[in-house]
């Protein structure tokens, strides 16, 4: 199984093969339409599970926890902080959305 992560310009952001499962994190640096292939190499049909994360979702609060040493109470809050964050960009931008559609 070939795995590969194109950028909107057409860099190669992600590369691997023959790997029976795995998982890996990426964080874009450009926007647009990034495209995600996965390609069969061998003879037999494979299943693929995949599983798109963003923002708060994707981020690994337990190498968070470690890295600053938090406690379990300390690290959720972090992940409240970081919800509401998200909750509020996504807010204004909906709200300049909404006053350029008036």
Excluded: W
Excluded at 39 to 48: A, L
Excluded at 65 to 80: N, Q, S, T
Excluded at 82 to 101: C, G, K, L, S
């Amino acid at each position: 199984l070939l795995v590969t992560v194109t950028s909107p310009e057409g860099d190669v952001l992600y590369s691997k093969s023959d790997d029976a499962k795995g998982k890996f994190a990426l964080t874009a640096t450009e926007d647009g339409i990034h495209q995600m292939c996965f390609h069969n190499r061998g003879p037999q049909p494979r299943n693929i599970v995949f599983s798109f994360k963003h923002g708060v979702d994707a981020k690994d609060y337990s190498g968070v926890a470690k890295k600053d040493h938090l406690e379990p109470l300390e690290m959720e809050l972090r992940r409240l902080e970081d919800a509401v964050t998200e909750v509020y960009e996504e807010m204004m931008y909906m709200r300049t959305r909404e006053e350029e559609m008036r």
